[in-house]
């Protein structure tokens, strides 16, 4: 064979090559145990020559291992339960359509096929491992890929999920999750809604246009790293973390080098749904940020609450481009900035709160001291006889001492009383306080009634004294 004839010849193999390469359902379909057909003429035994002509049919036949060939077309079947071990390759990914709900069991694996109407939604079954791939779930009425508590990893790959009524994605606790090169678009709720205990990889999605937050996570026991992506145009928040008392352990969160950009809330929130309260530094302990462009949000690059600038301001590796968003038009500095005015202040604020209790309290311990003082006065004036108190009496310029102290005394009590209200403390504190004046305020009271009292009684002495002073 000459070399002009052999170029030849081995230029028609790759054009062999090529034809092949650009029509991979040509070469695969040799390798699978049955095939399907909606437009065969007849329901044959699942062979490729005599395919069957009802998806379920395939099911029925199959065992654990086998793979299942799904041409292209439209299969209006009821809801389909994959309970074994297989695994469903359709021709095309827009050639094979589904009307129904897919509920997919252990080790199960759905490739190229779309489920397009409100019928349609994937749900994973109880720790069970399963794989979506280059699959479309759209205008479904509910969730469109749901996976029940339990453990178990579940992936989804290059599929699309998007113009839902409600979630587009919801992960119950305990699984472990691969969502990798997705589009989650214009759902009704979250474009992807993850519970408590949840670990894995959510990279390189698209993930816009959801009526509430591209991802919504409980950071309780969560192992998450969520990077490349881009969360934009979400009317929350891009990506919103919820701390829940019940779910209350740290996560392990890492998000790196996503655009998180023009959503309606923050690029990065966090939240006590239920009023939980978790300490301050909880969300910088559980969650990590890197890298990200973080741009445009209406309110905020990042919620306050999730008191991550000190994090970022110690990270020198953080790096994150935070700049103007809608409504604050801060970038990072400025953040940073005002928080620590914040801080100035309300460091101030809590200083002088202490200074004026402090005052309180020594307004009161000193009240204590002086009832102590005049309470023992009052006592040895109880205990003289009656004899004495005819012949000397009470010296008049004792009790007027007395009483000039005790009025000194209701002014300090007042003065409480006024530094109190410049403050706010606690309801409860606040109560405890006044009770404490009044008590003393009505010692005083007492005290003078006992003064008066006195004064009026009759001693030759202080009648002598008196006459001889006139």
Not at 259 to 269: A, T
Not at 352 to 372: A, D, G, R, T
Not at 422 to 450: D, G, P, W, Y
Request: glycine letters at 8%; a negative charge; aromatic letters at 8%.
């Amino acid at each position: 064979m000459d070399i002009k004839n052999l170029k030849k010849l081995t230029l028609l193999f790759l054009i062999v090559l090529f034809c092949i390469f650009l029509n991979p359902s040509s070469a695969l379909t040799a390798s699978y145990d049955y095939y399907v057909k909606s437009s065969a003429s007849k329901d044959g035994d699942g062979s490729k020559d005599d395919p069957f002509r009802f998806f379920s049919d395939a099911l029925e036949e199959a065992d654990n291992s086998d793979k299942i060939f799904i041409a292209n077309g439209f299969y209006d079947e009821e809801d389909i339960y994959i309970g074994k071990s297989i695994k469903i390759i359709g021709e095309s990914e827009n050639g094979v359509v589904f009307s129904g709900k897919i509920l997919m069991g252990n080790n199960s694996l759905l490739q190229n096929v779309s489920l397009k109407d409100a019928r349609s939604k994937i749900i994973i079954e109880k720790d069970a491992n399963a794989t979506i791939q280059n699959c479309t779930v759209q205008n479904f009425s509910g969730i469109g890929i749901e996976s029940m508590p339990g453990s178990g990893t579940l992936e989804i790959l290059n599929s699309k999920i998007k113009g839902g009524d409600n979630k587009g994605i919801y992960v119950q606790r305990g699984k472990n999750i691969k969502i990798i090169g997705s589009e989650i678009i214009g759902n009704e709720e979250e474009g992807i809604d993850i519970r408590s205990n949840v670990s894995g990889i959510i990279k390189n999605n698209l993930i816009t246009n959801n009526n509430e937050s591209g991802i919504e996570l409980i950071v309780g026991s969560a192992n998450l790293k969520i990077s490349d992506n881009k969360i934009n145009g979400n009317n929350a928040s891009g990506i919103a973390t919820q701390f829940y008392k019940e779910f209350s352990k740290r996560g392990s969160i890492y998000i790196e080098n996503n655009s998180l950009s023009e959503n309606g809330k923050y690029g990065v929130d966090c939240a006590n749904p239920h009023n939980g309260a978790p300490e301050i530094s909880y969300w910088r302990n559980s969650i990590e940020i890197n890298g990200n462009d973080i741009s445009l949000n209406e309110i905020k690059s990042i919620n306050d609450l999730c008191n991550f600038i000190d994090a970022v301001e110690e990270n020198e590796d953080a790096d994150n481009l935070i700049t103007e968003n809608k409504s604050v038009g801060n970038k990072l500095i400025m953040d940073m900035e005002e928080k620590e005015k914040i801080r100035i202040e309300e460091d101030k604020k809590r200083e002088e709160k202490e200074q004026k209790l402090n005052e309180i309290e020594n307004i009161i311990e000193n009240q204590i001291q002086e009832n102590y003082k005049t309470d023992s006065f009052i006592e040895k004036i109880n205990h003289q006889s009656k004899i004495i108190k005819f012949f000397i009496g009470t010296k008049k310029v004792k009790l007027e001492m007395l009483l000039e102290n005790i009025e000194k005394n209701e002014n300090r009590l007042r003065e409480a009383e006024q530094i109190l209200g410049m403050i706010q403390v606690e309801a409860e504190e606040e109560v405890s306080i006044l009770n404490t004046i009044k008590e003393n305020q009505e010692k005083l009271r007492q005290q003078k009634e006992f003064i008066a009292e006195e004064d009026k009684i009759f001693g030759i002495w202080k009648w002598l004294s008196g006459l001889f002073s006139d």
